[in-house]
């Protein structure tokens, strides 16, 4: 006699899961991905599937970037409406469209510092790199993203975004805080219309933008160091895999977030002995 297994409790088939291809048939524009967070994460996309646009400013590390992926090197001035309009019009004409857009050029110059020593035209040229930059690109990725009813942009916040800091980058700070608020709003304002908006928030990484900061200033790189309760700063490949999340189906409930990836230090009151 052949035992027969009801319906209900026969084994369950599984579709086979390929985390590798998650973003597969997707195009991604990155800014600022000729190095740092940002080449890592386009190595991280281009694993995953994606085919990969690099906008940057180095006309020398900018194609190796992109020739490293696979994919195509634009220069571009993040602060300049019609270089930015070129990026991602380049990268829907090339690839038929823009799914993912990484916004994350930024600059953390020496000149700005405390409010008393930083000077109006530090504060703007950062203002201009780090948050205008991050409304043009926005806009220009909506054109696209809109009209097909879906599209993930990540924006480049910071996690000092929402703490304070006696070492204190004034203009930094304040465009940072400038890119949370704008995050959330644009992830409210087009959720129903398929595009997830979120901002993602680094502590300290181990960047060659960092490396040359505190190479100026050990004394400041070790009263930063102290308070982040992993002890180490993070590597780009650590914020390159919570942006390949944030782009792909595995977050698509999530929009307008605070995306913290800062080893715990906003969490810290103080840290471990």
Request: charged letters at 20%; a negative charge.
């Amino acid at each position: 006699m052949t035992d027969i297994i009801p319906e209900d409790l026969a084994p369950l088939v599984l579709p086979k899961i390929d985390l590798t291809q998650r973003l597969k048939g997707k195009v991604a524009v990155i800014t600022g991905g000729a190095s740092g967070i940002g080449f890592a994460t386009a190595r991280r996309f281009a694993a995953e599937g994606a085919t990969v646009v690099i906008g940057d400013m180095d006309e020398i590390a900018g194609p190796r970037a992109a020739a490293a992926v696979g994919g195509l090197f634009v220069k571009v001035n993040v602060t300049i409406q019609a270089e930015v309009d070129n990026l991602f019009a380049t990268a829907n004409s090339t690839y038929g469209s823009v799914d993912i857009a990484f916004n994350n050029a930024g600059i953390s110059p020496a000149d700005d510092d405390s409010i008393e020593t930083t000077e109006l035209p530090a504060w703007e040229r950062v203002q201009d790199v780090n948050l205008k930059s991050v409304y043009l690109c926005s806009r220009a990725a909506l054109r696209y993203m809109v009209p097909q009813q879906r599209g993930s942009i990540i924006n480049t916040a910071s996690f000092v975004a929402i703490m304070g800091s006696a070492t204190s980058q004034i203009s930094y700070t304040a465009s940072k805080g400038g890119v949370l608020a704008m995050s959330r709003e644009l992830g409210v304002q087009f959720a129903r219309q398929g595009i997830r908006v979120n901002a993602l928030c680094p502590g300290p990484v181990n960047t060659p933008l960092l490396q040359e900061l505190f190479a100026k200033d050990v004394e400041r790189a070790q009263r930063r160091l102290v308070h982040i309760p992993i002890g180490r700063f993070a590597e780009p490949e650590e914020l390159a895999a919570a942006v390949a999340f944030l782009a792909s189906d595995d977050s698509s409930f999530i929009t307008g977030s605070t995306f913290l990836v800062d080893g715990g230090i906003s969490s810290a009151y103080v840290t471990p002995m």
